[in-house]
Each structure stands twice: as C-alpha cells, then as structure tokens.
C-alpha cells in the first residue's frame, strides 16, 4: 500500500504540531514548512498527496500558495486555513483553486473528514482521463460540451460551491450529478431538489427535517434534506424561487455547516457540498432586491454555464440516438432510426426547451413511425406541431359511432384534467382490444394508430 502524504505549511509551530499530530494517526506521513519558500521546495520535492497552509505566512500568504500548486503541482489538492469568521478570505482561497478550507479554531473532526476526502483525489488525472465523461452524462463531441466536461471535471476536484446557469431543459442537474459522481463525495448520496416545488410554509421541515409533536403533523421525527445529503452533495434545482425568510436560513446553514430542526434546541452538523442552478437571471434578482446578496455570493463562488441545445446542433444525432435507445427500452420495443431528412430537420430547429424538448419530441415520434424509422414528417415541428397530424381526426370505434356524435361530458367542478383524459384513452384501448379479442396489431388499426403507439400507450398506462 502507497504511503499518504501531507504537507502543513504554518508558521505558528503549535498549529504546526497538533495537525502533525492529528494527520500522524491517520496514517499519513507529514512534511512541515514555516513559510512560502520551503513549502515550494518540499512540494517539488515530494509531491505530497495533499497540502495544507495558513493564510498568513511570513513571505505572503496561502492564496498565493494555491497559485503556485495550480500552475507547478495542479493534482495535489490544498486546503487553507482561515481565521474564525473570515468567509470573504475562504471564499478568495475556493475561487483561487483550493480544494476546502477549515477555520480556526480547526475542529479535529472537521479537519479529519478534510483530509480523508482530499485523499480521494490523489490519482493524477491527465491527458484523456482528465477530459472523460465517466459517468457518460454529457453526451457530445462539440467544442461547447467538450469544455464543459474538463470544467465539470476539474470542479469536481473542489469543495467550492458551484452555481450552474442555463436555459430550462439544458441539463444542469446532469452537469451537477456529473460534478457529485467524479468527486470525492462519489460514495455519498446525492440529493436533488426542487426549491420551487416545496410550499412554503413546509421548506424548513423539508431543508432541516423536525422533532415530533413540533407543530400539527408532526407525527415523527423527520431528517430533512440537508441530513439526508450528509457525507454527499446537496442539489439546490430553482434555488431563485426561495423566498426571502428562507434564503437567510439557508445562509446560516450553508455557512455553519449545521442545521437546527424545527423544535429542537440543538444545532447539528453536516458534511455537504452544495451545488445551485436556476434559469432565471440571478444577479438581476438580487438587484432587484428579491434575492439576497450575501447568499448569491455564497453559492455563487465558481459559475458553470450549460449551453443551449441550439448552440452545438452537431451533438443532436448522438442526443438523439442515446434517448431513443433508451425509450426503446424503457417501452420494450425495438428502438427506432432517424432518416438524414429528419436529422437535419432537428438540427435546424431552435430547441426552446432543449434537451427536455428534444426527448419529448423523439418520444411523441417514436410512437407515430412507421417500421422503425422516423421521418421529418413524424417530428411535427412546423407551426402548432405540438400534436401529431392525425389527432385531428381522431378515429372512432365502429360500435361507438352514436356515442362519438356526441359531445363529451366534463364532470362539474375541478378535475385532475391528466388523470380524467387519461381514463377515456384508457376506456378506448380497453373496447378497442376487447373488440378484437385482444389481438393487438388489429386493435392498433382499429384505433387508427400504430402497433408501436399501442405498445407505448399499454406500458405508460400499465396496461400491459
């Protein structure tokens, strides 16, 4: 087994002692540098699998440490240690290049959970491996993607909070799980959220979990989401849409590295890594008063921009290929081909939705082709191309001609109006099979759709 190293850059020799002393029993072999000069001779000298510095040393400070690890040794993580409450310094340092930061006083059980995921990191990564997508997430041979998977692959090396910008549809939480999978957090959870799907008198038992009997429901006590992401990475999906007494609590805790649960008296401390992202223009939120910009600067230490779909049209047959394989076998039919015409027509196309456009079109196509192919024909892109072209006659049973004179009766008040449609299509395929003693190529005829449509419309309905 590889002996682990370390080296601890302080000029303090009592700081200097207790993190030998600490990184001693761990099993890792420790080199100890007073000031900038000898830290950069040990490094070049041993290439130690992970540094540790001070802010302030006697000829700079740890920042321009980081630097010189980015530009000489750019695999060896390093963290920085801060002054208590200096989170503009730490902030600098993340920005710069360091891996994390710990404040002093240094927590042992803080600095110990530091070091051991900043010894995961200590494989070096060069040449093709640093510029793979090992989860095979951000599919693409385009320049914009191909930039995004080194970012994603050198962000994954840091703790830094990282905010991720980018139209609806365009894979950000892809770009955040691909962040989460190549990083030292692989092994924890990962936890995604939707901040604008939580009601908001509900965010902070869900962010922070509560004691029971806490408040009217609370039947049990509940960990909450940021417990949950404990040891992982926390994804914060919308995080524009928080209102304002939330985000101040989301601060203190993004900051203290701790949660309050509602009804308890005790704080209690998490280890996360908090990821961001929203479409909404957020530094014009925050001028506009309805996002905070303590907060904003908080989670907004590095900034990753996911490129529209429009942008890098030449990735759209991969795209493509890889979504209707995998509908193929999420429906268990034999996947479908897109013609050159029809390639071409996707590859024209503006993608407003992106990528979450892309595979509702291909979806809605698969089920409309004939042998296995998809035409332009079948993408139905052109004005209101929303619904395929035969919808708009849709066919009728030959023993419900008289029902299917007449109008439909919409039950009075609100109605679940998915839910209520998705009855009549399931009325319609039940008669339609029934009617053909459950032959389902003559019932696909019979309802004047495809074979395919029908085994589609059998699985999403759970029919089969």
């Known amino acids: 087994m590889t002996t682990q190293t370390a080296l601890i850059v302080d000029d303090e020799p009592d700081i200097r002692d207790l993190l030998e002393i600490t990184l001693t029993r761990m099993g890792i072999t420790t080199y100890t540098a007073p000031d900038l000069a000898s830290a950069r001779e040990l490094l070049q000298q041993h290439n130690p699998q992970l540094c540790l510095t001070d802010m302030n040393l006697p000829d700079g400070n740890g920042i321009d440490l980081v630097h010189w690890i980015q530009q000489h040794t750019p695999c060896t993580p390093v963290a920085v240690i801060t002054a208590y409450g200096s989170m503009d310094t730490a902030i600098e340092s993340l920005k710069a290049g360091a891996f994390d930061f710990v404040s002093k006083p240094v927590e042992l059980p803080r600095l110990r959970e530091l070091v051991n995921s900043a010894l995961k990191l200590s494989e070096p990564q060069t040449g093709e491996t640093a510029e793979s997508d090992e989860p095979g997430l ?212 503006e993608f407003p939705g992106n990528v979450r456009e892309l595979e509702n079109i291909l979806e809605r196509a698969f089920t409309l082709c004939d042998e296995d192919l998809i035409d332009a024909s079948d993408l139905h892109l052109g004005g209101g191309a929303c619904l395929p072209a035969r919808a708009a006659t849709e066919p009728t049973l030959p023993d419900q001609t008289s029902e299917a004179q007449q109008p439909i009766a919409v039950p009075e008040g609100e109605i679940d109006l998915e839910y209520y449609l998705e009855g009549l299509e399931r009325q319609a395929i039940e008669k339609a099979l029934e009617a053909t003693r459950w032959n389902k190529t003559a019932a696909a005829k019979r309802l004047g759709i495809s074979f395919r449509a029908l085994r589609y419309r059998l699985k999403k309905l759970g029919m089969e």
Request: hydrophobic share 40%.
């Open 138 to 349: 951000l599919l693409g041979d385009s320049p914009q993607i191909r930039k995004l998977r080194t970012q994603t692959k050198k962000l994954a090396r840091s703790q830094a909070p990282v905010f991720i910008s980018g139209e609806s549809g365009s894979g950000k939480e892809l770009v955040a799980r691909m962040i989460h999978l190549q990083g030292p957090r692989s092994d924890g959870p990962f936890i995604a959220v939707n901040c604008g799907a939580i009601p908001s008198e509900l965010m902070e038992s869900e962010f922070f979990g509560h004691k029971k009997g806490s408040f009217t429901g609370a039947v049990e006590n509940k960990q909450g989401l940021f417990r949950s992401a404990d040891g992982g990475t926390l994804f914060l999906d919308e995080v524009a849409d928080l209102p304002l007494a939330m985000q101040v609590k989301l601060l203190r805790a993004i900051q203290e590295k701790a949660v309050r649960p509602v009804g308890d008296t005790k704080e209690v401390p998490v280890d996360i890594r908090v990821l961001s992202a929203t479409h909404k223009n957020l530094p014009e939120l925050v001028q506009e008063g309805d996002f905070r910009q303590d907060l904003f600067y908080r989670i907004n230490v590095i900034e990753l921009a996911v490129p529209p779909l429009r942008e890098r049209a030449e990735d759209i047959p991969l795209l493509a290929e890889h979504i209707l394989q995998r509908i193929a076998r999420e429906y268990e039919c034999d996947p479908a081909k897109l013609t050159p015409a029809a390639i071409q027509r996707l590859q024209g196309y």
